[in-house]
């Protein structure tokens, strides 16, 4: 099993910036691919960003092309989503998820492992 904790939300103004980050524990072997999804109420989950942990390409949405960025710490298995010019409509709760990457970029179903989840909010 791989246990994903993440942390790093909160509130912020429009404009503003914040880091979320993912850690991994258990059998991190089986991790090839992490993501980071977000959801707000009554919307279904939508994929934000992805990171191959072993080459390392990055897939990102188009909402947040350009804005986010997303990065590994293989040492701390450890991956960070910086998030730039926060828009209210990058409200949600943030999710990681890991992946042994069957394809890329990872499908929804092909993530078996899920954090809990970290809020974000963003007031304009």
């Known amino acids: 099993q791989v246990q994903l904790v993440e942390a790093g939300g909160g509130s912020v103004q429009a404009g503003g910036s914040l880091r979320l980050s993912c850690a991994a524990s258990?059998?991190?072997?089986?991790?090839?691919?992490m993501g980071w999804f977000r959801q707000t109420p009554g919307k279904e989950r939508e994929g934000v960003a992805a990171i191959h942990i072993g080459g390392g390409s990055t897939y990102y949405d188009v909402s947040v092309k350009g804005r986010f960025t997303i990065s590994q710490d293989n040492a701390k298995h450890t991956v960070y989503l910086q998030m730039n010019s926060l828009k209210p409509e990058d409200t949600a709760m943030y999710f990681c998820?890991?992946?042994?990457?069957?394809?890329?970029?990872?499908?929804?179903?092909?993530?078996?492992?899920w954090g809990q989840g970290t809020q974000v909010t963003v007031s304009s």
């Open positions: 998820a890991a992946s042994s990457c069957g394809t890329w970029p990872p499908q929804d179903y092909e993530y078996n492992y």
């Open positions: 258990g059998y991190t072997y089986l991790v090839a691919c």
